[in-house]
């Protein structure tokens, strides 16, 4: 499904995602950047699971809920957007 949306919009590189058989998040997503991206590299992420990837990343993007994991972060913190309110009117 993945690689039908980056066909379609022709604006990807390259498309890495999970499958049935790896799952590319936590450790696997660190190392799969740093295989098929760059060595170095600022991560983005959201979850308590994308504290593996910032392990090994050079600086870090904290959005919604990780924005409190920040005090257990030793990188660069290159930005925070904390958890807002979604609405619709």
């Known amino acids: ?12 590189d390259g498309v890495y995602a999970s499958s049935a058989t790896l799952n590319v998040k936590g450790a696997q997503k660190a190392a799969t ?11 983005a992420g959201d979850s308590a699971a994308d504290m593996a990837v910032w392990q090994e990343a050079a600086g870090a993007i904290l959005c919604g809920r990780a924005v409190a994991k920040s005090k257990h972060l030793t990188i660069t913190i290159e930005k925070q957007f904390p958890a807002t309110r979604l609405l619709a009117f």
């Not at 949306?5 to 604006?11: H, P």
């Open 33 to 43: 950047i740093k295989q098929h991206i760059a060595e170095q590299f600022v991560y």
């Open 1 to 12: 499904m993945v690689q039908k949306v980056a066909d379609y919009l022709g604006l990807f």
